[in-house]
Structure formats: C-alpha cells, structure tokens
C-alpha cells in the first residue's frame, strides 16, 4: 500500500531537549510539508521541500530544523529553542504541483 | 496574497439534515480549491477538488463547485450521518504561491442521532 506513514504516533519531551519526528513516503512524490497544529486551530506550515537536498523556510521555522536527504524522507527536529513545542504534528506530501496527502500526525508534548 | 475564509463553527446538526459549510477565496488567476476532513486525532484526509472554474467535485455525498465569479467553493451534503462529525477545511494551491497550501481556519460539525 502507498503511503504516508509518521512515527512515533505520541512523543514525550523534556524541557531543554531535541527531539525528532520522522515522516516517510512511498508515493514517489517529489514535495514533502511539515505543519505545526494546534488546539481548535489551522494548519501553519513549517518547512517544506520540493526537492531531495533542498528545503525552505514555512511560516514558522524558527525554532525547528529539517534534511531531505532521501526522497522518501523528510525529518523534522523539534530544538530547545522551539518555546511551545507542544501541538499536533502533521506531515505531507505531493507531486509539486498536485494534490497534497497527509500522513497520521505525531501528537507532540513537553513534559 | 492568496487567502482562503471558511464559515465558523461549531456547526451542530441532527441526522439527515443539509449541510452547507461556507468558504471563499482570494487569489490571483485560477487557484486549484481543496476540502479536507480530519477525524479526531487522525491527519486530514483529501474529500474532494475541484481545478477549474465551474468544476464540481464530489466524494462520499459531499459535493463543492467552484464558482469563479463569486470566489467561492462551499461545500454540501444532503443528509450527514453521525459518521460525518468532524472537522473540515478549505483550501487552495497556486503557482504564484509555489503550490503551498492556503487553509481555511476549519469548521467543526457535530451530527447528533
């Protein structure tokens, strides 16, 4: 089965840690989104990649790394830096041009 | 910019009445429109599209037309379930935006037995 798949489904961070979600496709698509949800509220877009080795700032980066070394793979690292980690984690991907599909989400809190 | 607007919620209906969520758009040319519906605790999941003007898109009863003359892809279904209680999102994509995703802030529809 094509898909997105994200791991882990819940994750648990201490204060002053780094912590990293991982996202994986096998839908071959070339475009991989982070999005950062919270509470009641929208989607904001993170960081995304059109292309393996390339990825660019969303609407709130600071605080969040990324590395598109795989075509498949897109991780995103949560840093200390990051002040209210705490929300609903999703990722998704696309044929650049087309449709977006989104993986299950990482539920992310900060102990 | 581009934008998208989206009726606020919460929208309590009871079974197999009519639904109609509301959204509008700014952008420039031909957006593509998006509704997406999220399950609680799940990711979103694509329910329809719709790429040009006049386009109808439809899945699982839900239905949306984009209407270029009033900006608009509001969508509708003619007798919800409890099965539909969710919440759901509107949104476009665009070249002028690099094919980024504009959301809607999302409405959430209870459907009560």
């Known amino acids: 089965d094509g898909g997105i798949t994200q791991s882990p489904k819940y994750l648990f961070r201490k204060e002053g840690q780094n912590v990293t979600l991982s996202c994986e496709q096998n839908?071959?698509?070339?475009?991989m989104y982070w999005y950062r949800q919270d509470p009641g509220q929208g989607l904001r877009l993170i960081y995304y990649s059109q292309i393996v080795n390339d990825f660019q700032k969303g609407d709130i980066a600071e605080g969040y790394s990324v590395s598109r070394e795989k075509k498949e793979s897109f991780p995103l690292t949560v840093t200390s830096a990051q002040k209210n980690p705490t929300a609903f984690y999703l990722c998704?991907?696309?044929?650049?041009?087309?449709?977006?599909?989104f993986g299950p989400g990482t539920r992310l809190t900060v102990l | 910019g581009n934008s998208v607007t989206q009726m606020e919620g919460p929208v309590t209906l009871s079974e197999e009445a009519f639904l109609t969520i509301n959204c509008t758009y700014t952008a420039t040319g031909y957006p593509s429109l998006f509704w997406y519906v999220q399950y609680p605790g799940e990711g979103l999941q694509l329910l329809l599209k719709?790429?040009?003007?006049?386009d109808k898109g439809s899945n699982k009863g839900f239905e949306a037309t984009y209407r270029k003359e009033t900006t608009s892809f509001h969508l509708e279904k003619g007798s919800v379930q409890v099965s539909d209680s969710a919440v759901y999102f509107c949104a476009l994509s665009h070249r002028s935006n690099d094919y980024k995703l504009s959301f809607g802030a999302g409405t959430t529809v209870t459907v009560r037995a």
């Open positions: 998704a991907s696309s044929s650049y041009t087309d449709t977006q599909y």
């Open positions: 839908l071959n698509h070339d475009a």
């Open positions: 719709a790429t040009k003007a006049d």
